[in-house]
């Protein structure tokens, strides 16, 4: 889609009806809209092995953070489509919603009319409603587009991991709280973009280079280790699957050091 269009962060289990509708109506006054039109997973993984990327990368149906990330990120504007159930969402550590955050934040830093927060209080998108963003979407569409760059090489920033070898990490690729998400291309090629402000490095292959610790761009290192936002209270699931994935991770690594190392210790 090389015309402008505005994209929609929203709840997909509950909103996505009201989001197709309001995106036909208003693609249907010249706006553009973009929304996420399909959510899947293989049925025999649970939501915490999804989260946590544990499970065979090949059998990733869609890669949907990547594939929403990437539209985001070229979007001339943002609604996000606000109720119950989403604003669970997005305060849920780990959750769609909340994994959308960043980016966000970076569309309100550069300009914060982009962004439009909506309540759905009707089951269907009235027609104040339709008109009221079809005048923001032409105001939005109008603007200069989001400074984006690639980087051509991406060995100059992603850091040597030691390992050698072609190795499999795919158990790295959607974890919940880094700066980036990745996306496989193929057996070897895989491509990082940062959740922030959309920088996407070149092809690279995994065995070797992994992502360096922060965004070169924005600077956004990812929420791990950080306070989680003052608004965000875990429950005890949550809390709960957040210390499994984090101790299946340091199984990971000790796994691939041995690996690497076979005559170290355990
Ligand atoms: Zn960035």
């Known amino acids: 889609m090389s015309e402008p269009f505005i994209a929609f962060s929203y709840h997909f289990a509950t909103d996505y009806e009201f989001v197709r509708e309001l995106a036909t109506f208003l693609?249907?006054?010249?706006?553009r809209a973009w929304f996420l039109d399909k959510l899947s997973k293989p049925d025999d993984v649970s939501m915490e092995q999804y989260l946590g990327g544990l499970f065979d990368w090949r059998r990733e149906p869609q890669n949907w953070h990547a594939t929403y990330l990437s539209k985001l990120c070229h979007a001339a504007?943002?609604?996000?489509?606000l109720g119950a159930e989403a604003n669970e969402s997005r305060?849920?550590?780990?959750?769609?919603?909340?994994?959308?955050?960043?980016?966000?934040e970076f569309f309100e830093a550069d300009n914060p009319l982009r962004v439009r927060e909506i309540v759905r209080a009707t089951e269907r998108p009235e027609e104040?409603?339709?008109?009221?963003?079809?005048?923001?979407g032409r105001r939005v569409i109008a603007l200069p587009p989001v400074l984006r760059q690639r980087l051509d090489n991406a060995d100059r920033e992603n850091r040597p991991t030691g390992l050698t070898g072609p190795m499999q990490?795919?158990?790295?690729?959607?974890?919940?709280?880094?700066?980036?998400?990745?996306?496989?291309?193929?057996?070897?090629?895989?491509?990082?973009?940062?959740?922030?402000?959309?920088?996407?490095?070149?092809n690279y292959a995994f065995g070797e280079q992994a992502?360096?610790?922060?965004?070169?761009?924005?600077?956004?290192?990812?929420y791990e280790g950080a306070a989680p936002p003052a608004e965000v209270v875990l429950n005890a699931r949550e809390s709960e699957t957040l210390r499994k994935i984090e101790d299946a991770w340091q199984r990971l690594?000790?796994?691939?050091?041995?690996?690497?190392?076979?005559?170290?210790?355990?």
């Open 27 to 31: 693609t249907a006054r010249g706006v």
């Open 128 to 136: 104040a409603l339709v008109t009221d963003l079809a005048d923001w």
């Open 169 to 202: 990490l795919p158990e790295l690729k959607s974890y919940a709280t880094a700066w980036y998400e990745l996306v496989r291309l193929d057996l070897y090629d895989v491509e990082w973009h940062c959740r922030r402000c959309g920088l996407q490095s070149g």
């Open 211 to 222: 992502p360096p610790p922060r965004c070169p761009r924005c600077a956004f290192a990812g």
């Open 77 to 81: 504007g943002i609604i996000v489509v």
């Open 91 to 104: 305060q849920s550590v780990g959750r769609g919603m909340w994994r959308e955050r960043a980016a966000i």
């Open 253 to 266: 690594r000790q796994r691939l050091k041995e690996r690497s190392d076979p005559g170290a210790p355990e």
